[in-house]
């Protein structure tokens, strides 16, 4: 098995998301690591055993666009990243309003750290 990371922008995730799937990679996953000041998402894809890693930054009020135009199962870790950190996704295919796991009377944003 081999694996690669790349590092990406804000502004360029769904284009390197694009190619991906034209390439014939299948979306496995994403994290979201809070690093207090802001969010580091990695998107994971695979094909043939080949691993490949989108990494991308994003400041706490940054917005980060959804993936789920082009990986429409990406809806489900994206509501899970937005409603547990407070990551700004925009544009999700399937939007749960933050009431996938939580409801109104939970505390917002269970995982987000607070900034030092």
Same mark, same amino acid.
């Given at each position: 098995m081999s694996y690669q990371? /790349? #590092?990406i922008t804000t502004e360029? =995730? #769904?284009d390197q998301v694009k190619q991906l799937?034209?390439?014939g990679y299948r979306f496995v996953t994403a994290t979201c690591v809070? *690093?207090?000041?802001k969010f580091r998402v990695i998107y994971s894809f695979? /094909?043939?055993i080949t691993l490949v890693n989108l990494e991308v930054e994003a400041g706490k009020n940054e917005e980060i666009p959804s993936i789920?135009? =082009?990986y429409l199962c990406a809806f489900l870790i994206e509501n899970e990243m937005? *409603?547990?950190f407070g990551l700004k996704v925009t544009d999700i295919a399937v939007d749960l309003g933050g009431h996938m796991f939580m409801t109104d009377e939970n505390h917002p944003h269970p995982m987000? /750290? *607070?900034a030092e």
């Open positions: 990371t /790349k #590092i360029n =995730v #769904i799937f034209s390439a809070d *690093e207090r000041d695979d /094909k043939d789920s135009g =082009v937005k *409603e547990l987000a /750290k *607070e």
